[in-house]
């Protein structure tokens, strides 16, 4: 059967051979990496392209790369966006630190600031010069697969179809429907962050510089300044959903507040007119306890849960993630073996790959959750920020890692724990949680030593705050999952190197 926008497929059972939901980054990308190895791929959105995403729009130097290996950043459009060299953090209106981006080999030493109504379509306009059929204002609404497809109907439209195809990739973002029915449940409020963003004209100030704030109002969370050129910034405030004791404030209405009253933002922004709405949209973290694939299905970007909880950036993770997923089902489709067994290489990889980072970054985001101990973490930043003013390694280090440029292993190294971060969480009574980081071979020890400490806090919080049960066990699993990833990582004597760049591509020196 053939329709205007559907091509004949290399079966005639089926309508196409990997169906991809969501053009983000990284359906797109993954659409284009399937195509490019000749294989038949129909990518569908429910939206109509160019299309705008709730974001921050920054784009960092990984994601760049993942961009010019799409050979996008030869593109003048592309290259007419914004730069930015710099990054400067600020607490309470007071400069903590401001570094360049740093060098990594292989990698561009600076990120861009690109609306996501440019970026996603280009990625999409490349999928298709590839040989990808995109299928634009097609929403799926329910999806079912047996021993030898997947069936999927669209709603186009007033009208519905059918469309038969051998897997199914999920990349439809943080409200993912294929992520909801592959794991039978919605994500949990605990694996979620919500934010909000603004574009605003007449922005004063350095174009090449991003700005981060925290504030005791703003935290667990962060607010941003993100240069878009030519006076106009994206502006936001992210924050994890749960907090313990729970925040009631609006985020469009704090943000507005953090506008108001930070002195710095305030004054970038003295001559600045809100462009449109400020929107917010939720983001997922990830749950390694959660599945990214079944027989004939692979979840990629947020719909996997692929987002930095420490900055919010998702975008690397989703091209990469659409890139993986590509590789994965190039070889899984060569061999017709589309069971999870066959696709659980690409879940391997994920884990192998960013395992560190997002265990690590868990564990921080779990113990920040708590509200009561604002006061401490603010302080342990401002002791981070101190000993990194001084000690440039120290400030590659941390700053890389927040960047999301190094791999968190990274911090398992004496120069970031002899730092200021061991003292200020040592007077937390987390020794051993720090212990685990510092001392990996003792790992297995400190793992379960570490996982008392959480309960034991566990218990103490609910004595004495009424009710944090949940946020100590939370400390207890994370940093018990923080510790068997190093524990895996002591016994995997092939796993050399940590960054996703380092291994998976060749690259040394970067130009576009
Ligand atoms: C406020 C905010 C700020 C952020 N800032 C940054 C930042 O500065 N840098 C960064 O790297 N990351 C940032 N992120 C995260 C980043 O936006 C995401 O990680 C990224 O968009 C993930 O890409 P994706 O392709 O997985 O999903 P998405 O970009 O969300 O794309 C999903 C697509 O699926 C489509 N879709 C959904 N359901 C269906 C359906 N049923 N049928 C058909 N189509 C469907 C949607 O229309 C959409 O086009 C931010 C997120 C938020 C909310």
Redesign the pocket.
Known sequence: MTTPNVRITVSNHFDTDILI????????AAAYHLAKQGHDVTL????KFP?D????????PV?LLELKNLGITRWQDYQDTNIVRRASLYLDGKQLISEMIPTIPGLPAFGRVIP?KQL?SWIVQVAKEAGVSVLEE????AFSTDSGSVTAELRHEKTRRRFRARAIIG???????VARQLRGKKTANKDRIV???AYYDGVAGEADEAELYFSGESFPGYYWL?PTGKGQANV?V?MVLETVPRTDDGLKQLLKNLIARDPVLSSRLAHAQLANKII????NTYNPRLPLTADRILL????AG??NPLN???????MLSGRWAAEALHTALINNRLERPALFAYEQRVQKELRYDMALAGMIVQLIRNRILNPVWLKALELIATRARVDPDYAAITGGVLAGLIPASSVISRKVIDGTVQQAVMSLGLRTAFNTVYKPKNTLLAGIDTTRTGLDMALKSFRHTGGSLAWGLGVAIEAAELAGQILIDLGDNSNKTHHPVQITDPVRSYTE
Not at 21 to 28: R, V
Not at 312 to 318: F, R
């Open positions: 939901i969501g053009a983000g980054p990284a359906g797109a569908i959105d429910k939206q299309r995403k709730v974001c921050g729009d920054f784009v960092g994601a996501r996603d097609h929403q799926l609404v990349a439809d973002g943080s409200h993912s429907l934010a909000v963003r993100f936001g992210g917010g949209w939720p983001l990629t970007g947020d719909a692929l987002i919010g950036e998702g975008i690397q993770y989703a």
